[in-house]
C-alpha cells in the first residue's frame, strides 16, 4: 500500500496549488482521507478530510473558503485544491488514509500516510 502526494511547490502570496494524493495497493473508494500539515516545531494539523465513498467532507478552520477537497475514485486519487494561500500555509503537507472511512483529524485512526510533499507561499 502506498500513498503518493504531488503537486507542491513554490507559490506567491495568493496564488493557487493543487495537491494530488494517488493510492496503489487499496481502494480508496472504501476510506477516508485527510489532508495534514506540518511546520518544523509545530504539531501536525487536519487541513481537510473527506469520506470518499460518499464525498461527506469536512475543513479545519484555517481551510474553511479557501481550500476544497475532492477525490476521482476512477483514479484512487484525493485533491486538495488550496487557493488564496499565504505564507502562514506553508508546510509540509501530508495525505492519510483510514479503512474505516471516517472523515476524522485524530491521527491514530489513519492506516496509511504519504511521504510528505513541501508547499512553499512567499510574500
Known amino acids: 500500500v502506498q500513498l503518493v502526494e504531488s503537486g507542491g511547490g513554490s507559490v506567491q502570496t495568493g496564488g493557487s496549488l493543487t495537491l494530488s494524493c494517488t493510492a496503489s495497493?487499496?481502494?480508496?473508494?472504501?476510506?477516508?482521507v485527510a489532508w495534514f500539515r506540518q511546520v518544523p516545531g509545530k504539531e501536525r494539523e487536519g487541513v481537510a478530510c473527506i469520506h470518499v465513498g460518499d464525498g461527506s467532507k469536512d475543513y479545519e478552520k484555517a481551510a474553511k473558503g479557501r481550500f476544497t477537497i475532492s477525490s476521482d475514485i476512477s483514479r484512487d486519487t484525493v485533491y486538495l485544491r488550496m487557493t488564496k494561500l499565504t505564507p502562514e500555509d506553508t508546510a509540509l503537507y501530508y495525505c492519510?488514509?483510514?479503512?474505516?472511512?471516517?472523515?476524522?483529524?485524530?491521527?491514530?485512526?489513519?492506516?496509511?500516510w504519504g511521504q510528505g510533499i513541501q508547499v512553499t507561499v512567499t510574500s
Open positions: 495497493g487499496l481502494l480508496l473508494g472504501d476510506y477516508g
Open positions: 492519510a488514509a483510514e479503512e474505516a472511512g471516517f472523515c476524522t483529524y485524530v491521527e491514530r485512526r489513519y492506516d496509511h
